[in-house]
Nanobody, 122 residues
Framework: QVQLVESGGGLVQAGGSLRLSCAASARTFGRFAMAWFRQAPGKEREFVAGIMWSAGSTNYTDSVKGRFTISRDNAKNTVYLEMNSLKPEDTAVYYC???????????????WGQGTQVTVSS
């Protein structure tokens, strides 16, 4: 059983920054792909960013490219999402997920965290 615990969400003004963290209990964390998704009220959960186990390959949805950065520290079993130049449309519950490879599809990930709320005020 893998447990994922997100932290770092909160309320920030437009243009501000937040750093999300996701700590994983997986003993073989370094072998998995990690991703961040988000879900706004009334909308489907959407892919935000993903990173392969080697951290050499990352993928972002177009709306966050140049503003968000995903990274991981395999020694700490932790993946991060650095979010800069935040916009009101970034407001959502952010989830981390673990899977075999980076994918934009929710079904590709076997384990999910409980989510952390990010609210960006205008």
């Amino acid at each position: 059983q893998v447990q994922l615990v997100e932290s770092g969400g909160g309320l920030v003004q437009a243009g501000g920054s937040l750093r999300l963290s996701c700590a994983a209990s997986a003993r073989t964390f370094g072998r998995f792909a990690m991703a961040w998704f988000r879900q706004a009220p009334g909308k489907e959960r959407e892919f935000v960013a993903g990173i392969m186990w080697s951290a050499g390959s990352t993928n972002y949805t177009d709306s966050v490219k140049g503003r968000f950065t995903i990274s991981r520290d395999n020694a700490k079993n932790t993946v991060y999402l650095e979010m800069n130049s935040l916009k009101p449309e970034d407001t959502a519950v952010y989830y981390c997920a673990i899977g075999g490879q980076v994918s934009r599809w929710v079904a590709s990930y076997g384990y999910w965290g409980q989510g952390t709320q990010v609210t960006v005020s205008s």
